[in-house]
């Protein structure tokens, strides 16, 4: 949460290039933004900040500097307004804070810094930072004021300081992402490395604790609990620029659902020795857990049913932010699958550092390299989708879930079966989205665009698809929506049908397709107005889409249909459907 863009080096435009990254790194947060540019000719800094989201904003009236910094805010402490937008600044102008995290005990600091006559403007945690460095300078190096201030704060926290006349960008993290860019007599720094691709992909991602003293030509990094230098090493990105960029598409959403054939097709023809090998140590593992958020928890509860299913094996599954909360018998037998696309998911990271405590081991499966669930993971599985830029997850989700197919299938010795099952649930995909069956969801969002509720019910497999599917709708399209286990219907839920509800109904051609056209049917006689997704059409469907069977893997295709049709529905309504209201991508903060 929160992009984080710095830029120190040869060029002069670099409020520009500071600008541009963090359009890139705008999925981030987006309730507002900000650049600060040094100018060593004015002898000042300047800024440039709003509420909202950057829309066709500039900072063409930012003077030429070789260091600039910019952040977009997803709001923590104060309103969403211009004065508390970062950067931020302290009593003299000439030191520049932006922020990611929360200062938990900002305000012990803010009490006795007003009562030595500091002017606060914001109602940040963030303007405390400038004002502790501004402060601490007086007698420290700026570096050493950054970083005295720093092991002041309590909570999770990027921090990147600059200061006039200081020819050198200083940044510090402990939970939030920072990683550095390398350029020819130029360096940077990004909340997310996929933001430094069109600049370098030479990174090196920050550690916990660690600080980066970035100048033209020369990075330093250091421990600023122990004081001791790193002695770090550069990694390479491999995602390409295009990757990241919207292209021929309207949107990233748009882009990404489009991206879902082929990602699956490289999926199944690049399994290989590293699913066996995985596949191996979860056979030896003794109490196995698969741990997501939101979309990513889909997948894996997703996986337990493909486990039990298609390996006979039991694996168990929970919510990150639950996680913490009952892994107090983990041991050193046990292991812990987390699966996050960004591998920054705080409520992820917290739970993996507990179960790392008591000794279990850790298997990601996770989209960004270099990430800090990738770092601290005993062995990974890159999930191989690329950049995913709109909030809501899409590509990434169904590389998660072809991955467990993948798994399940080689835990039963037949990895081979996985990639063909991958494939069909590619052409399947590529059907949806390039002919009529478009055309059809787009039609179903046109007639019930005004709906207040929408359920949506599956069984076994298609369980997961329907709080997924659920989750779409509700995120993009602000549509209330509920995703049920068929059978719990009678349970309660069915109270809230009436005449005319929405109720989406995933049948596909299983042991589950019986139980659910009864769950269908009960809908019916409430009057709900019933929307089947299946390999067949029925009497009881007032509304029918098709999705042709593809085994185990049709929940894969089922779930493109939720996602066009809350694509469709979000566009019907006239939002935007990268950036929905009050959410942003890579949750850092609890
Ligand atoms: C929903 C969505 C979120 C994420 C969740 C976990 O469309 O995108 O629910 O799935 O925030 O994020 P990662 O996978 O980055 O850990």
């Known amino acids: 949460m929160c992009g984080i863009f710095g830029y120190i080096g040869k060029r002069t435009d670099s409020a520009k290039i500071v600008f541009d990254g963090l359009k890139s790194l705008e999925y981030r947060g987006y309730d507002s ?44 402490h104060g309103g969403v307004t211009d004065t508390n937008s970062h950067p931020h600044s302290d009593c003299s102008g000439n030191i520049s ?61 990027a921090i990147i300081a600059v200061k006039l006349i200081e020819d050198r960008i200083v940044a510090i993290r402990n939970g939030s992402p920072l990683v550095v860019g390398f350029g020819q007599d130029e360096n940077f720094l990004a909340s997310d490395a996929s933001a430094l691709l069109p600049f370098t992909k030479d990174v090196y991602f920050l550690e916990d604790d660690e600080m980066v003293i970035l100048e033209r030509g020369k990075v330093r990094v250091s421990n600023v609990k122990t004081g001791k230098i790193v002695r770090f090493k550069k990694q390479k990105l491999n995602w390409n620029v295009d990757q990241g960029e919207m292209g ?41 857990y698969l741990v997501g958020c939101g979309s990513a928890s889909y997948a894996a509860m997703a996986g337990t049913y493909l486990f039990s299913k298609i390996a006979g094996r039991h694996i168990n ?38 179960a790392k405590e008591r000794g279990a081991g850790i298997v990601s499966l996770v989209n960004v390299l270099g990430s800090s669930l990738y770092r601290m993971s005993d062995e990974k599985i890159l999930i191989g989708a690329g950049p995913e830029k709109s909030v809501a997850s899409t590509k990434a989700l169904t590389g998660m879930i072809a991955h467990l197919v993948l798994l399940s299938f080689s835990l039963d010795g037949g990895v081979k079966k996985g ?45 997961p698809t329907a709080l997924e599917t659920a989750m779409k709708i509700k995120e993009i399209s602000y549509i209330h929506a509920e995703g049920l286990a068929a059978g719990e219907l009678k349970h309660g839920p069915l109270a809230l049908v ?93």
């Not at 929970?318 to 046990?334: P, T």
């Not at 007032?542 to 049709?565: E, R």
């Open 33 to 76: 933004w900000g650049v600060a540019v040094l100018s060593k000719s004015s002898l000042k800094i300047f800024t440039k900040k709003a509420a909202g989201k950057i829309g066709n904003n500039n900072v063409n009236a930012l003077p030429d500097g070789n260091i600039a910094i910019g952040h977009t805010r997803w709001a923590t």
């Open 97 to 157: 804070i932006i922020h990611n995290g929360i200062f938990e005990n900002y305000e012990d600091y803010k009490k006795k810094l007003v009562q030595k006559g500091h002017k606060f403007i914001s109602e940040t945690d963030t303007e405390v930072i400038s004002h502790l460095v501004e402060d601490f300078s007086k007698k420290l190096t700026f570096s050493d004021s950054v970083k005295k201030t720093f092991n002041l704060m309590t909570g999770l926290n």
């Open 248 to 288: 021929k598409y309207s949107s990233f959403m748009l882009k990404e659902i489009n991206e879902q054939p082929k990602i699956l097709r490289e999926i199944a023809m690049s399994a290989g020795k590293n699913v066996e090998k995985i596949s191996k140590i979860i056979k030896k593992s003794r109490g196995s």
């Open 317 to 354: 599954f929970a919510i990150g932010s639950e996680f913490g909360y009952h892994l107090d018998f983990l041991n050193k037998d046990s292991l812990v699958i987390p699966i996050s696309q960004s591998g920054e998911t705080i409520d992820i990271l917290e739970s993996m550092k507990k």
């Open 419 to 463: 990639k063909k099952a991958l494939l069909e649930a590619a052409n399947s995909i590529k059907k949806i989205l390039s002919g009529k069956d478009s055309k059809n969801i787009k039609k179903l969002a046109d007639i019930i665009c005004d709906s207040k509720n929408i359920y949506v019910i599956g069984r076994g497999l298609s369980y």
């Open 498 to 590: 009436t005449k005319g509800t929405p109720c989406i109904a995933f049948l596909p051609n299983d042991e589950t397709y019986g139980a659910n056209l009864a769950g269908a049917m009960e809908m019916k006689a409430r009057g709900g107005f019933v929307i089947g997704i299946s390999f067949k059409s029925h009497e009881v469907f007032d509304y029918y889409i098709q999705v042709k069977d593809v085994g185990i893997a049709t929940m894969i295709p089922n779930i493109v249909v939720g996602q066009l049709l809350a694509y469709f529905l979000t566009i019907k309504k006239g939002l935007d459907v990268d950036k929905p209201r009050n959410l942003a991508k890579s949750v850092t903060v609890k």
